[in-house]
Antibody, heavy 120, light 110 residues
């Protein structure tokens, strides 16, 4: 079964940091781009960051550029999001999402259940 | 303000056909493929349509997608109560160099 399980969320003060992790299973992790997408309470979906299969390309939304860093460990089938200088507006449910073979094509076809980040 | 524009709400009665529009620009829908996601209350989003009109395995053929120029549409025929959900369109944007989403459309089955 294809599965993504996020962890690392929690309550953190403004200005502090948090590291999210995502454990992938059931598919060949290093064949696919991976993404983080967030959803603030009662709001819509917001793309946060994407990373190519080989970590050769990482891209970020303007709202997190310079503060968040995406990374992956293909040997461990894991995706990470290092979040620094957190702000109240970063409060959201963060989803780990599997993409296609490249970042720009295909849909986001597998979603985790999300991990909640509260900045207060 | 979302890069892709969707109506905030839509509604229909059981059995009816409903369409949800998604408007973008040359840097996103005009150049790249469109995907649609369904988010049932309290759950994670699910890929409903990819690459403009393709359905993942398990998605009923009541759901269909289309694209023309810088706009796309999701159609749901034979509307059922379990279709009540939020629907989002998305595409890669070559200017933003990332994924852009629509603001979402809340579908109500009357």
């Amino acid at each position: 079964e294809v599965q993504l399980v996020e962890s690392g969320g929690g309550l953190v003060q403004p200005g502090r940091f948090l590291r999210l992790s995502c454990a992938a299973s059931g598919f060949t992790f290093d064949d696919y781009a991976m993404h983080w997408v967030r959803q603030a309470p009662g709001k819509g979906l917001e793309w946060v960051s994407s990373i190519s299969w080989n970590s050769g390309t990482m891209v970020y939304a303007d709202s997190v550029k310079g503060r968040f860093t995406i990374s992956r460990d293909n040997a461990q089938n894991s995706l990470y999001l290092q979040m620094n200088s957190l702000r109240a507006e970063d409060t959201a449910l963060y989803y780990c999402v599997k993409g296609g073979e490249d970042m720009a094509s295909y849909g986001l076809d597998v979603w985790g259940q999300g991990t909640t980040v509260t900045v207060s | 303000q979302s890069v892709l524009t969707q109506p905030p709400s839509a509604s229909g009665t059981p059995g009816q056909r409903v369409t949800i529009s998604c408007s973008g620009s040359s840097s996103n829908i005009g150049t790249n493929t469109v995907h649609w996601y369904q988010q049932l209350p309290g759950t994670a989003p699910k890929l409903l349509i990819y690459s403009n009109y393709q359905r993942p395995s398990g998605v009923p053929d009541r759901f269909s997608g289309s694209k023309s120029g810088t706009s796309a549409s999701l159609a749901i025929s034979g509307l059922q109560s379990e279709d009540e959900a939020d629907y989002y369109c998305a595409a890669w944007d070559d200017r933003v160099y990332g994924v852009v989403f629509g603001g979402g459309t809340k579908l109500t089955v009357l």
